[in-house]
Protein backbone atom coordinates (compact mmCIF):
# COMPACT_ATOMS: atom_id res chain seq x y z
CA UNK A 1 0.00 0.00 0.00
CA UNK A 2 3.02 2.47 0.64
CA UNK A 3 4.45 1.55 -2.46
CA UNK A 4 0.95 2.24 -4.47
CA UNK A 5 0.72 5.78 -2.24
CA UNK A 6 3.83 7.00 -3.41
CA UNK A 7 2.98 5.89 -6.70
CA UNK A 8 -0.42 7.72 -7.17
CA UNK A 9 1.72 10.86 -5.80
CA UNK A 10 4.45 10.31 -8.71
CA UNK A 11 1.51 10.37 -11.15
CA UNK A 12 0.20 13.04 -9.42
CA UNK A 13 2.90 15.35 -10.13
CA UNK A 14 4.25 14.14 -13.37
CA UNK A 15 1.06 15.27 -14.77
CA UNK A 16 1.10 18.94 -12.98
CA UNK A 17 1.67 21.65 -15.87
CA UNK A 18 5.79 22.80 -16.10
CA UNK A 19 6.52 25.65 -14.32
CA UNK A 20 6.48 28.95 -16.72
CA UNK A 21 9.97 30.33 -17.25
CA UNK A 22 9.59 34.29 -15.77
CA UNK A 23 10.19 36.72 -18.65
CA UNK A 24 13.87 38.06 -18.87
CA UNK A 25 13.70 41.39 -16.85
CA UNK A 26 15.01 43.95 -18.24
CA UNK A 27 18.71 44.97 -17.60
CA UNK A 28 19.33 48.40 -15.81
CA UNK A 29 21.91 50.87 -16.81
CA UNK A 30 24.20 52.61 -14.57
CA UNK A 31 26.09 55.50 -16.35
CA UNK A 32 29.58 56.89 -14.81
CA UNK A 33 30.41 60.13 -16.47
CA UNK A 34 34.08 61.79 -14.96
CA UNK A 35 34.67 65.27 -16.08
CA UNK A 36 37.81 66.25 -17.87
CA UNK A 37 39.65 62.12 -17.20
CA UNK A 38 42.47 61.91 -19.38
CA UNK A 39 42.90 58.53 -21.89
CA UNK A 40 45.55 57.12 -19.88
CA UNK A 41 44.11 58.39 -16.58
CA UNK A 42 43.62 54.79 -15.32
CA UNK A 43 44.77 51.50 -14.94
CA UNK A 44 43.09 49.57 -17.71
CA UNK A 45 44.19 52.16 -20.25
CA UNK A 46 47.68 51.95 -19.07
CA UNK A 47 48.16 54.67 -15.75
CA UNK A 48 50.64 53.03 -13.51
CA UNK A 49 51.61 56.19 -11.21
CA UNK A 50 48.82 55.47 -9.17
CA UNK A 51 46.26 51.93 -8.78
CA UNK A 52 42.23 51.85 -10.05
CA UNK A 53 41.92 48.31 -8.76
CA UNK A 54 38.00 48.93 -9.15
CA UNK A 55 38.53 49.94 -12.59
CA UNK A 56 40.86 47.04 -13.20
CA UNK A 57 38.24 44.61 -11.99
CA UNK A 58 35.49 46.78 -14.24
CA UNK A 59 37.46 45.98 -17.05
CA UNK A 60 38.68 42.36 -16.75
CA UNK A 61 34.81 41.69 -16.28
CA UNK A 62 34.03 43.59 -18.98
CA UNK A 63 35.23 45.31 -22.63
CA UNK A 64 37.73 48.19 -22.82
CA UNK A 65 36.53 50.01 -25.75
CA UNK A 66 39.87 51.63 -27.43
CA UNK A 67 38.35 53.95 -29.88
CA UNK A 68 35.74 55.50 -27.95
CA UNK A 69 34.47 59.36 -28.57
CA UNK A 70 33.30 62.29 -27.46
CA UNK A 71 31.69 64.61 -30.18
CA UNK A 72 33.23 67.82 -29.13
CA UNK A 73 35.43 68.13 -26.45
CA UNK A 74 34.42 70.49 -23.96
CA UNK A 75 31.53 70.23 -21.04
CA UNK A 76 28.10 71.23 -22.30
CA UNK A 77 28.61 69.96 -25.64
CA UNK A 78 29.30 66.76 -24.58
CA UNK A 79 26.84 66.10 -22.52
CA UNK A 80 24.07 67.16 -24.39
CA UNK A 81 25.30 64.50 -26.66
CA UNK A 82 25.55 61.78 -24.40
CA UNK A 83 21.79 62.39 -23.35
CA UNK A 84 20.02 62.86 -26.50
CA UNK A 85 22.27 60.99 -29.47
CA UNK A 86 22.62 64.54 -31.12
CA UNK A 87 25.52 66.33 -32.55
CA UNK A 88 25.32 68.95 -29.82
CA UNK A 89 25.25 71.77 -32.94
CA UNK A 90 22.08 70.22 -33.81
CA UNK A 91 20.15 70.84 -30.75
CA UNK A 92 22.17 73.92 -29.96
CA UNK A 93 24.28 73.72 -27.30
CA UNK A 94 27.95 74.44 -27.55
CA UNK A 95 30.69 74.89 -25.57
CA UNK A 96 30.18 74.95 -21.68
CA UNK A 97 27.01 76.97 -20.54
CA UNK A 98 28.00 79.84 -17.35
CA UNK A 99 25.95 80.75 -14.78
CA UNK A 100 24.52 84.04 -16.53
CA UNK A 101 23.21 82.39 -19.95
CA UNK A 102 19.78 81.87 -20.21
CA UNK A 103 19.45 78.77 -22.07
CA UNK A 104 19.80 74.97 -21.75
CA UNK A 105 18.28 71.75 -23.25
CA UNK A 106 14.93 72.06 -25.04
CA UNK A 107 12.50 70.26 -23.79
CA UNK A 108 11.09 68.87 -27.03
CA UNK A 109 14.77 67.21 -26.94
CA UNK A 110 14.24 63.05 -26.38
CA UNK A 111 17.00 61.95 -23.54
CA UNK A 112 17.99 58.81 -22.14
CA UNK A 113 15.83 59.22 -19.11
CA UNK A 114 13.02 59.70 -21.59
CA UNK A 115 13.96 56.66 -23.21
CA UNK A 116 14.11 54.51 -20.40
CA UNK A 117 11.03 55.91 -18.93
CA UNK A 118 8.57 54.48 -22.45
CA UNK A 119 9.88 50.81 -19.89
CA UNK A 120 8.68 52.00 -17.06
CA UNK A 121 12.13 52.23 -15.77
CA UNK A 122 13.04 54.39 -12.37
CA UNK A 123 15.42 57.15 -13.16
CA UNK A 124 18.00 58.96 -11.20
CA UNK A 125 21.16 61.29 -11.52
CA UNK A 126 23.94 62.47 -9.06
CA UNK A 127 26.31 65.22 -10.38
CA UNK A 128 26.65 67.66 -12.62
CA UNK A 129 24.24 68.47 -14.81
CA UNK A 130 25.30 71.35 -17.11
CA UNK A 131 22.84 71.54 -19.21
CA UNK A 132 20.81 74.73 -18.17
CA UNK A 133 20.81 76.06 -14.73
CA UNK A 134 17.62 77.42 -14.47
CA UNK A 135 14.13 74.89 -13.43
CA UNK A 136 13.11 74.58 -16.93
CA UNK A 137 16.30 72.83 -17.83
CA UNK A 138 17.06 70.32 -15.18
CA UNK A 139 17.13 66.75 -14.91
CA UNK A 140 13.46 66.62 -13.39
CA UNK A 141 12.41 68.27 -16.38
CA UNK A 142 14.19 65.94 -18.89
CA UNK A 143 12.88 62.52 -17.59
CA UNK A 144 14.72 62.08 -14.24
CA UNK A 145 12.58 60.91 -11.13
CA UNK A 146 15.63 62.18 -9.14
CA UNK A 147 18.66 64.47 -9.24
CA UNK A 148 21.37 65.96 -6.54
CA UNK A 149 24.06 67.92 -7.90
CA UNK A 150 25.70 71.09 -9.06
CA UNK A 151 24.13 72.87 -12.70
CA UNK A 152 27.06 72.88 -14.01
CA UNK A 153 31.03 73.14 -13.54
CA UNK A 154 32.83 73.21 -10.06
CA UNK A 155 35.22 76.28 -10.95
CA UNK A 156 32.19 78.66 -11.97
CA UNK A 157 31.95 79.92 -8.43
CA UNK A 158 33.26 83.02 -6.59
CA UNK A 159 35.76 81.20 -4.09
CA UNK A 160 38.73 79.83 -6.84
CA UNK A 161 42.40 81.34 -6.56
CA UNK A 162 41.85 82.63 -10.37
CA UNK A 163 40.80 85.68 -11.48
CA UNK A 164 38.29 84.38 -13.57
CA UNK A 165 36.33 83.22 -10.20
CA UNK A 166 35.69 86.32 -9.12
CA UNK A 167 33.26 87.33 -11.17
CA UNK A 168 30.90 84.29 -10.82
CA UNK A 169 27.78 83.87 -8.51
CA UNK A 170 27.81 81.31 -5.42
CA UNK A 171 27.52 77.56 -6.62
CA UNK A 172 24.34 76.05 -6.02
CA UNK A 173 23.52 72.51 -4.73
CA UNK A 174 20.60 71.46 -5.97
CA UNK A 175 18.05 68.83 -5.16
CA UNK A 176 14.93 67.96 -8.02
CA UNK A 177 14.34 71.45 -8.93
CA UNK A 178 15.27 73.13 -5.91
CA UNK A 179 18.51 75.20 -4.55
CA UNK A 180 18.92 72.99 -1.09
CA UNK A 181 22.48 74.86 -0.40
CA UNK A 182 23.00 78.39 -1.64
CA UNK A 183 26.72 78.27 -1.53
CA UNK A 184 29.24 75.41 -2.07
CA UNK A 185 32.04 75.52 0.20
CA UNK A 186 35.39 74.29 -0.18
CA UNK A 187 34.83 71.69 2.35
CA UNK A 188 31.53 70.90 0.52
CA UNK A 189 33.44 70.17 -2.29
CA UNK A 190 35.37 67.63 -0.73
CA UNK A 191 32.83 65.51 -0.14
CA UNK A 192 31.22 66.02 -3.91
CA UNK A 193 32.51 62.40 -4.83
CA UNK A 194 30.82 60.82 -2.01
CA UNK A 195 28.05 62.45 -1.74
CA UNK A 196 27.04 61.29 -5.11
CA UNK A 197 28.32 58.06 -4.93
CA UNK A 198 25.92 57.85 -2.09
CA UNK A 199 22.72 59.04 -3.96
CA UNK A 200 23.49 56.37 -5.83
CA UNK A 201 24.05 53.19 -4.31
CA UNK A 202 20.97 54.49 -2.46
CA UNK A 203 19.12 54.54 -5.08
CA UNK A 204 20.42 51.22 -6.41
CA UNK A 205 18.75 50.04 -2.91
CA UNK A 206 16.13 51.85 -3.63
CA UNK A 207 15.11 50.33 -7.14
CA UNK A 208 16.76 46.89 -7.10
CA UNK A 209 13.32 45.56 -7.59
CA UNK A 210 12.17 47.46 -10.99
CA UNK A 211 14.57 48.19 -13.93
CA UNK A 212 16.50 51.63 -13.48
CA UNK A 213 18.78 53.95 -15.14
CA UNK A 214 20.96 55.67 -13.31
CA UNK A 215 23.34 59.21 -14.47
CA UNK A 216 26.11 59.51 -11.80
CA UNK A 217 28.06 62.53 -13.32
CA UNK A 218 31.29 63.10 -11.59
CA UNK A 219 32.43 67.04 -10.82
CA UNK A 220 36.25 65.04 -10.59
CA UNK A 221 38.32 65.54 -11.93
CA UNK A 222 37.74 68.69 -12.97
CA UNK A 223 39.48 71.72 -11.90
CA UNK A 224 39.50 72.81 -8.66
CA UNK A 225 40.48 69.53 -7.58
CA UNK A 226 38.81 68.06 -4.19
CA UNK A 227 39.16 65.32 -2.50
CA UNK A 228 37.74 63.11 0.40
CA UNK A 229 40.21 63.23 4.30
CA UNK A 230 39.63 59.28 3.41
CA UNK A 231 41.66 59.67 0.02
CA UNK A 232 43.84 62.76 0.72
CA UNK A 233 47.56 62.07 0.21
CA UNK A 234 47.03 58.27 -0.24
CA UNK A 235 47.86 57.76 -4.16
CA UNK A 236 51.60 58.55 -3.51
CA UNK A 237 50.65 60.55 -6.92
CA UNK A 238 49.93 63.83 -5.63
CA UNK A 239 46.30 65.85 -5.51
CA UNK A 240 45.03 64.23 -8.94
CA UNK A 241 46.41 60.70 -8.30
CA UNK A 242 43.83 61.17 -4.81
CA UNK A 243 41.29 62.22 -6.75
CA UNK A 244 41.18 59.42 -9.41
CA UNK A 245 41.04 57.14 -6.51
CA UNK A 246 37.90 57.88 -4.81
CA UNK A 247 36.27 58.32 -8.40
CA UNK A 248 37.89 54.66 -8.19
CA UNK A 249 36.51 53.79 -4.88
CA UNK A 250 32.90 55.12 -6.27
CA UNK A 251 33.33 52.47 -8.64
CA UNK A 252 33.82 50.00 -6.65
CA UNK A 253 30.99 51.18 -4.16
CA UNK A 254 28.68 51.04 -7.01
CA UNK A 255 29.83 47.49 -7.71
CA UNK A 256 29.09 46.44 -4.63
CA UNK A 257 25.95 47.69 -4.21
CA UNK A 258 24.89 46.10 -7.18
CA UNK A 259 26.21 42.48 -5.79
CA UNK A 260 24.40 42.73 -2.69
CA UNK A 261 20.89 43.42 -4.08
CA UNK A 262 21.66 40.36 -6.26
CA UNK A 263 21.28 42.17 -9.89
CA UNK A 264 24.83 42.82 -11.07
CA UNK A 265 24.33 40.30 -13.65
CA UNK A 266 21.59 42.18 -15.13
CA UNK A 267 22.93 45.64 -14.90
CA UNK A 268 24.86 47.05 -17.79
CA UNK A 269 27.74 49.47 -16.06
CA UNK A 270 29.07 52.33 -18.52
CA UNK A 271 32.33 54.25 -17.48
CA UNK A 272 33.33 56.87 -19.37
CA UNK A 273 34.56 60.78 -19.92
CA UNK A 274 33.35 64.00 -21.17
CA UNK A 275 36.47 64.86 -22.77
CA UNK A 276 40.53 64.45 -22.44
CA UNK A 277 42.47 66.36 -19.85
CA UNK A 278 42.62 70.04 -19.39
CA UNK A 279 46.63 70.11 -19.98
CA UNK A 280 46.57 73.79 -19.17
CA UNK A 281 46.37 72.57 -15.44
CA UNK A 282 49.67 70.50 -14.96
CA UNK A 283 49.66 68.56 -12.15
CA UNK A 284 46.35 69.38 -11.88
CA UNK A 285 45.45 67.77 -14.77
CA UNK A 286 45.60 63.95 -16.25
CA UNK A 287 47.14 62.62 -19.39
CA UNK A 288 46.28 61.79 -22.78
CA UNK A 289 49.15 59.18 -23.15
CA UNK A 290 50.10 58.77 -26.77
CA UNK A 291 47.14 60.67 -28.16
CA UNK A 292 47.93 64.31 -29.37
CA UNK A 293 46.70 67.17 -27.35
CA UNK A 294 43.69 67.04 -24.87
CA UNK A 295 40.34 68.80 -23.94
CA UNK A 296 39.14 71.42 -26.31
CA UNK A 297 40.63 70.14 -29.48
CA UNK A 298 39.17 68.36 -32.20
CA UNK A 299 42.95 65.94 -31.78
CA UNK A 300 42.58 62.51 -30.10
CA UNK A 301 43.37 63.36 -27.24
CA UNK A 302 40.16 65.96 -27.09
CA UNK A 303 37.86 63.80 -28.29
CA UNK A 304 39.19 60.06 -27.54
CA UNK A 305 38.52 58.99 -24.16
CA UNK A 306 38.92 55.73 -21.74
CA UNK A 307 35.54 53.46 -21.89
CA UNK A 308 34.73 50.40 -20.22
CA UNK A 309 31.71 48.39 -20.25
CA UNK A 310 30.56 45.40 -18.47
CA UNK A 311 27.10 43.67 -17.88
CA UNK A 312 28.04 39.46 -16.97
CA UNK A 313 26.83 37.23 -19.61
CA UNK A 314 26.02 39.26 -22.38
CA UNK A 315 29.60 41.44 -22.78
CA UNK A 316 32.45 39.17 -22.92
CA UNK A 317 35.13 39.54 -20.20
CA UNK A 318 38.22 40.63 -20.51
CA UNK A 319 38.04 42.12 -23.95
CA UNK A 320 38.54 44.98 -26.16
CA UNK A 321 37.04 46.91 -29.56
CA UNK A 322 39.29 49.17 -31.04
CA UNK A 323 36.15 50.06 -33.62
CA UNK A 324 35.52 53.74 -33.33
CA UNK A 325 32.37 54.45 -31.23
CA UNK A 326 30.78 57.75 -29.89
CA UNK A 327 28.82 58.58 -27.31
CA UNK A 328 25.74 59.57 -29.82
CA UNK A 329 25.37 55.76 -30.43
CA UNK A 330 24.38 55.27 -26.81
CA UNK A 331 20.83 56.56 -27.01
CA UNK A 332 19.96 54.25 -29.96
CA UNK A 333 21.77 51.53 -29.00
CA UNK A 334 20.04 51.12 -25.28
CA UNK A 335 16.82 51.90 -26.53
CA UNK A 336 17.29 49.26 -29.11
CA UNK A 337 18.51 47.06 -26.08
CA UNK A 338 15.31 47.50 -24.05
CA UNK A 339 12.88 47.84 -27.02
CA UNK A 340 11.71 51.70 -26.76
CA UNK A 341 10.94 54.13 -29.50
CA UNK A 342 13.01 56.80 -30.78
CA UNK A 343 12.29 60.09 -31.58
CA UNK A 344 10.50 61.00 -34.43
CA UNK A 345 13.20 64.25 -34.67
CA UNK A 346 16.53 63.56 -36.62
CA UNK A 347 19.43 61.94 -34.00
CA UNK A 348 22.88 61.26 -35.26
CA UNK A 349 23.55 58.52 -33.46
CA UNK A 350 23.06 54.71 -34.41
CA UNK A 351 22.58 51.28 -32.61
CA UNK A 352 26.07 50.31 -32.36
CA UNK A 353 25.03 47.64 -30.01
CA UNK A 354 26.69 44.16 -31.66
CA UNK A 355 30.08 45.53 -31.10
CA UNK A 356 29.07 46.79 -27.35
CA UNK A 357 28.30 42.98 -26.89
CA UNK A 358 31.43 41.62 -29.04
CA UNK A 359 29.12 39.93 -31.24
CA UNK A 360 31.78 38.00 -34.35
CA UNK A 361 31.58 39.90 -37.23
CA UNK A 362 29.95 43.39 -35.67
CA UNK A 363 30.75 46.50 -37.96
CA UNK A 364 30.33 49.83 -37.02
CA UNK A 365 27.12 51.19 -39.10
CA UNK A 366 28.37 54.60 -39.69
CA UNK A 367 29.59 56.08 -43.19
CA UNK A 368 31.62 58.79 -41.03
CA UNK A 369 32.04 60.56 -37.92
CA UNK A 370 31.54 64.67 -37.29
CA UNK A 371 34.18 66.59 -35.24
CA UNK A 372 32.89 70.46 -34.53
CA UNK A 373 34.14 72.44 -32.39
CA UNK A 374 33.36 76.35 -30.76
CA UNK A 375 30.79 78.23 -32.74
CA UNK A 376 30.02 75.65 -34.93
CA UNK A 377 33.22 74.88 -36.70
CA UNK A 378 33.87 71.52 -38.59
CA UNK A 379 37.51 70.81 -37.68
CA UNK A 380 37.83 67.01 -38.57
CA UNK A 381 35.98 64.37 -40.17
CA UNK A 382 36.44 60.25 -39.22
CA UNK A 383 35.96 57.29 -41.56
CA UNK A 384 33.24 55.13 -39.35
CA UNK A 385 35.62 52.45 -38.52
CA UNK A 386 37.70 54.76 -37.10
CA UNK A 387 40.90 54.40 -39.15
CA UNK A 388 41.34 57.48 -41.16
CA UNK A 389 40.65 61.09 -39.93
CA UNK A 390 40.87 64.09 -41.76
CA UNK A 391 41.74 67.64 -40.07
CA UNK A 392 40.32 70.33 -41.76
CA UNK A 393 42.31 73.94 -41.64
CA UNK A 394 41.33 75.38 -38.45
CA UNK A 395 42.96 77.38 -35.17
CA UNK A 396 43.29 75.52 -31.79
CA UNK A 397 45.08 75.67 -29.00
CA UNK A 398 47.93 74.01 -27.61
CA UNK A 399 50.79 74.25 -24.58
CA UNK A 400 53.51 73.88 -27.88
CA UNK A 401 55.66 71.37 -25.59
CA UNK A 402 55.30 73.80 -22.29
CA UNK A 403 54.54 72.20 -19.47
CA UNK A 404 51.44 72.91 -17.76
CA UNK A 405 50.46 75.25 -14.32
CA UNK A 406 51.20 73.45 -10.79
CA UNK A 407 48.78 73.43 -7.77
CA UNK A 408 45.17 74.37 -9.40
CA UNK A 409 47.14 77.32 -11.76
CA UNK A 410 46.77 77.09 -15.57
CA UNK A 411 49.21 78.39 -18.14
CA UNK A 412 47.74 79.66 -21.36
CA UNK A 413 48.06 78.02 -24.59
CA UNK A 414 48.91 78.86 -27.63
CA UNK A 415 46.90 79.25 -30.68
CA UNK A 416 48.00 77.21 -33.88
CA UNK A 417 46.92 76.66 -37.08
CA UNK A 418 46.56 74.03 -39.61
CA UNK A 419 46.93 75.52 -43.21
CA UNK A 420 45.40 72.56 -45.25
CA UNK A 421 43.93 69.22 -44.97
CA UNK A 422 45.94 66.64 -43.19
CA UNK A 423 44.71 63.20 -43.20
CA UNK A 424 46.21 60.60 -40.63
CA UNK A 425 46.14 57.08 -40.26
CA UNK A 426 45.44 56.10 -36.71
CA UNK A 427 45.59 52.53 -37.00
CA UNK A 428 49.66 53.08 -37.54
CA UNK A 429 49.60 56.43 -36.15
CA UNK A 430 47.79 57.01 -33.10
CA UNK A 431 49.37 59.98 -32.15
CA UNK A 432 48.44 62.31 -35.74
CA UNK A 433 51.95 62.94 -36.25
CA UNK A 434 52.55 62.15 -39.55
CA UNK A 435 49.97 63.84 -42.88
CA UNK A 436 49.37 61.22 -44.88
CA UNK A 437 47.05 62.94 -47.65
CA UNK A 438 49.58 63.64 -50.48
CA UNK A 439 50.17 59.64 -50.27
CA UNK A 440 46.25 58.88 -50.26
CA UNK A 441 44.00 61.24 -52.36
CA UNK A 442 41.31 58.53 -52.93
CA UNK A 443 40.90 58.71 -48.59
CA UNK A 444 40.96 62.56 -48.76
CA UNK A 445 38.51 62.34 -51.65
CA UNK A 446 35.88 60.34 -49.64
CA UNK A 447 36.37 62.24 -46.47
CA UNK A 448 35.89 65.64 -48.27
CA UNK A 449 32.50 64.18 -49.86
CA UNK A 450 31.97 63.87 -46.04
CA UNK A 451 32.65 67.06 -45.09
CA UNK A 452 30.42 68.08 -47.86
CA UNK A 453 27.72 66.38 -46.15
CA UNK A 454 28.38 67.66 -42.57
CA UNK A 455 28.32 71.47 -43.89
CA UNK A 456 24.98 71.18 -45.95
CA UNK A 457 22.81 69.14 -42.80
CA UNK A 458 24.52 71.51 -39.59
CA UNK A 459 26.23 74.17 -41.36
CA UNK A 460 30.43 75.13 -40.74
CA UNK A 461 31.09 78.42 -39.62
CA UNK A 462 34.43 78.47 -40.56
CA UNK A 463 33.12 78.60 -44.43
CA UNK A 464 30.43 80.83 -42.98
CA UNK A 465 28.03 77.95 -44.48
CA UNK A 466 24.88 77.64 -42.69
CA UNK A 467 22.87 74.98 -41.06
CA UNK A 468 19.72 73.86 -42.83
CA UNK A 469 18.79 70.98 -40.03
CA UNK A 470 19.51 72.29 -36.64
CA UNK A 471 16.42 72.82 -33.59
CA UNK A 472 16.64 75.24 -31.05
CA UNK A 473 18.23 75.52 -27.62
CA UNK A 474 15.19 75.82 -24.76
CA UNK A 475 15.53 79.85 -23.55
CA UNK A 476 13.94 81.45 -20.65
CA UNK A 477 13.49 85.60 -21.08
Request: hydrophobic share 35%.
Amino acid sequence: MKFLSLLARSAFLVVLPPAVNAAPSLPNVVIIFCDDLGYADIGPFGCTRYSTPNLDRLAREGRRFTNFHVSEAVCSASRASLLTGCYNNRIGIFNALNPTMRHGLNSSETTLAEIFKQKNYATGMAGKWHLGHLPPFLPVRHGFDEYYGLPYSNDMWPHGMEKKNRDHPPLPMIEGDKVIQADVTAEDQEQLTTRYTERAVDFIKRNHARPFFFYLAHSMPHVPLYVSEKFKGKSGAGLYGDVIQEIDWSVGQVMDALKSQGIEDNTLVIFTSDNGPWLRYGNHAGSAGPLREGKGTSWEGGTRVPCVMRWPGHIPAGSSCGDMLMTIDLLPSLAGLVGATLPAHTIDGLDVLPLIIGKPGAKNPHEAYWNYYADNQLQSVSTGDGRWKLVLPHTYTSLSGKLGGSDGFAVPYQNLKIQSPQLFDLAADVGEKTDLAAAHPEVVAKLEAEVEKARADLGDSLRQRPATNVRPPGRVK
